[in-house]
């Protein structure tokens, strides 16, 4: 903030200049051409005088005061901000010191301190803060079951703890991007760096949006487990699965829609899982299945891999040089408007159902493979 005096000094200026303006203004609007002068100073117009001086000293106060009034707002605000971030400071130092605890439940109470620091930040980057806290706990070293043999019993109970505590930051990330931007304790917009997990429980994105930031799952094993981004919108930013592993898992984008961003699945491996995006809307984002694989037996999980009823109908979505191991991906019912969807050097046979889908001709917004392309009558 400027100084009082030189605060002052602008006001009082800007005031002048507005005030002579405005008199200026009125002189020609009520198209005055002189004044009239006279040598006699009679007690009328001394009146008026003496009343114009008190007016301009009386606005003078009020302006000083509207000044003063202003800064003194803002340093309360200032001062108020400094004791908010003080408190949380002293409740994240706090947290962090519970979650790095060798016990689980203390660990769990520091997870849902985290979340209510996250909740109450008084700006986004102490927000930020807290959710990177959270996803650095998820990246610690994964260790495995060690089973449950009666030698192992201890390990065994604490492994079940310690999953206890990440599937619960999972479930509160979820939770969070479930609420709309902008309302309290809404995390949309902050970024997610979850590189290289090993996720073994369900997580739950369903109706989620993604309107900025980044979000990352690269390198992510998602192992038999559900992952669920079911009616999520991804309407801005990037999100990435780039070599993500879904191992016999059951994963669903049914009904989610694509309108913005960028949505990487390059090189990811759906491993005789169920993968849905059945219904999905690609209407604006870049959607790249470059070099992922698709799994050759889906129906393991009781649904196959299905773009059944998908709509492109706008931005892009590459499958270049994707892998399709087997003729259980579907695109029965997919339609196909605008945008460009290009299977450019896609390997294995064709998907099921898309040459239907696509009619005849294939349309040109449509790039398929040689091998692919139905004969020439």
């Given at each position: 903030m400027w100084r009082v005096g030189r605060a002052l000094t602008v006001t009082f200026a800007a005031a002048v200049l507005v005030a002579g303006g405005v008199f200026y203004g009125l002189v020609v609007v009520l198209d005055f051409r002189e004044v009239d002068s006279t040598a006699k100073l009679d007690a009328k117009t001394l009146f008026d005088?003496?009343?114009?001086?008190?007016?301009?000293?009386?606005?003078?106060?009020?302006?000083?005061?509207l000044v003063v009034a202003?800064?003194?707002?803002r340093v309360d605000e200032a001062g108020a901000h400094r004791e908010a971030t003080r408190l949380h400071t002293e409740r994240f130092s706090q947290a962090v010191e519970q979650l790095g605890s060798d016990s689980p439940a203390v660990q769990l109470g520091g997870v849902h301190a985290l979340a209510g620091l996250a909740d109450d930040a008084p700006d986004d980057s102490l927000r930020q803060t807290c959710v990177d806290v959270?996803?650095?706990?998820?990246?610690?070293?994964?260790?495995a079951d060690p089973g449950d043999d009666p030698g192992r019993q201890e390990e065994h109970h604490r492994y079940l703890a310690?999953?206890?505590?990440?599937?619960?930051?999972?479930?509160?990330?979820?939770?969070?991007?479930?609420?709309p931007q902008g309302t309290?304790?809404?995390?949309?917009?902050?970024?997610?760096?979850?590189?290289?997990?090993?996720?073994?429980?369900?997580?739950?994105?369903?109706?989620?949006?993604?309107?900025?930031?980044?979000?990352?799952?690269a390198n992510t094993a998602f192992s038999r487990?559900?992952?669920?981004?079911?009616?999520?919108?991804?309407?801005?930013?990037?999100?990435?699965?780039?070599?993500?592993?879904f191992s016999a898992s059951d994963v669903s984008f049914a009904g989610a829609t694509f309108s913005d961003g960028t949505v990487h699945f390059g090189h990811a491996?759906?491993?005789?899982?169920?993968?849905?995006?059945?219904?999905?809307?690609?209407?604006?984002?870049?959607?790249?299945?470059?070099?992922?694989?698709?799994?050759?037996?889906?129906?393991?999980?009781g649904r196959p891999m299905s773009f059944l009823g998908a709509l492109f109908a706008g931005g892009t979505v590459t499958f270049t040089r994707a892998t399709f191991t087997g003729t259980t991906v579907h695109f029965n019912g997919a339609h196909f408007s605008t945008g460009t969807v290009t299977f450019q050097d896609a390997l294995g046979p064709i998907p099921y159902g898309l040459l239907d889908s696509?009619?005849?001709?294939?349309?040109?917004?449509?790039?398929l493979p040689d091998s692919w392309l139905p004969p020439t009558p």
């Open positions: 005088l003496v009343k114009l001086s008190f007016g301009v000293v009386a606005g003078a106060g009020a302006l000083v005061a202003y800064r003194r707002q959270l996803c650095a706990y998820l990246q610690l070293p994964y260790t310690l999953r206890k505590v990440r599937h619960t930051i999972l479930r509160l990330i979820g939770d969070h991007y479930r609420r309290h304790r809404s995390w949309q917009g902050c970024d997610l760096d979850l590189t290289g997990l090993t996720i073994d429980g369900p997580i739950d994105f369903s109706g989620a949006t993604f309107p900025s930031g980044t979000v990352t799952f487990t559900r992952v669920d981004f079911s009616g999520a919108t991804f309407s801005g930013g990037t999100v990435s699965f780039t070599g993500a592993r491996r759906f491993s005789d899982g169920g993968v849905s995006f059945h219904e999905a809307m690609f209407v604006g984002s870049r959607v790249a299945f470059d070099f992922a694989t698709f799994p050759s037996n889906p129906m393991s999980l696509l009619g005849t001709p294939v349309p040109a917004t449509v790039t």
